[in-house]
């Protein structure tokens, strides 16, 4: 008996990473290899350095309408005890001020809902980056560049 769970258990296991190779450190979340680091910080071009010397980059959405894998992120940082960070996003307006962006792929994000907190993104010269505000349930919100925050890096 204790046999067909473990082998149960391991098939569950494969169906939820099916087709989902990620290599050390990255881990598999809502189909996208992840790798969130709570303990280093730094400004955001630092911790996308570390993220590209993994040979990933900041988070960044494929499309704005990612939800289930923005959900299965929310659940993971909860159930691993790691919500007590703020993290960097991929996203700034630098250079293009009021206009949003991921900085991997240069597309565009949507405002509002379901991912920006109410009032944010706001329309200000010092507050060009985005992040994962903790006391915010995980709302994106802007931020200084500068500020010391977490990573969460998405393997390219």
């Given amino acids: 008996m204790a046999r067909l769970s473990l082998l149960l258990l391991f098939l ?6 099916a087709g989902q190779e990620c290599t050390h450190p990255f881990i598999a979340i809502g189909g996208l290899c992840i790798y969130i680091d709570p303990w280093v910080t730094g400004t955001m071009e630092e911790m996308r350095a570390i993220c ?9 959405f494929d499309s704005d309408t990612d939800c289930d894998f923005y959900q299965e992120l929310l659940t993971h940082i909860h159930e691993t005890g790691i919500n007590e960070k703020d993290y960097w996003m991929g996203i700034t307006d630098e250079g293009h001020e009021g206009e949003w962006r991921y900085i991997k792929t240069n597309q565009v994000t949507r405002l509002g809902p379901p991912y920006w907190d109410t009032g944010y993104p706001r329309d200000t010269i010092t507050y060009n980056c985005a992040m994962f505000e903790n006391s915010r349930q995980y709302y994106w919100r802007d931020f200084p560049c500068t500020s010391p925050l977490a990573a969460i890096c998405r393997y390219a």
């Avoid at 569950?12 to 990473?17: C, D, N, S, V």
């Fill in 52 to 60: 590209k010397s993994h040979h990933g980059d900041l988070l960044w």
């Fill in 12 to 17: 569950g296991l494969a169906a939820l990473t």
